[in-house]
């Protein structure tokens, strides 16, 4: 199972800060939230993760989605973020 951390309204729309999903690709990660979570779609439907979207696999920034999900690899998932 590969641990997903969701942040902020990714959280919210989630339900969760934390789940487990069995995926074998950030992609893959990806459909299945759009696919449960439709609320996602405008954040990470396409084939390009949006610029604003930050995604962290074991720590370190991704931006390819076909990158491999292995067994207990940790994803974060950061949606935009602002200040003030």
Do not use: C, T, W
């Amino acid at each position: 199972m590969v641990k997903v951390k969701l942040f902020a309204n990714f959280r919210e729309i989630v339900g969760s800060k934390e789940i487990e999903v069995n995926v074998k690709s950030v992609k893959e990660l990806l459909d299945l939230l759009v696919k449960d979570h439709p609320k996602l779609k405008d954040h990470f439907s396409g084939d390009k993760i949006k610029e604003y979207v930050h995604i962290m696999i074991n720590g370190k920034i991704v931006d390819d989605l076909n990158v491999g999900l292995k067994q207990n690899d940790v994803v974060a998932i950061f949606p935009p973020v602002s200040g003030g």
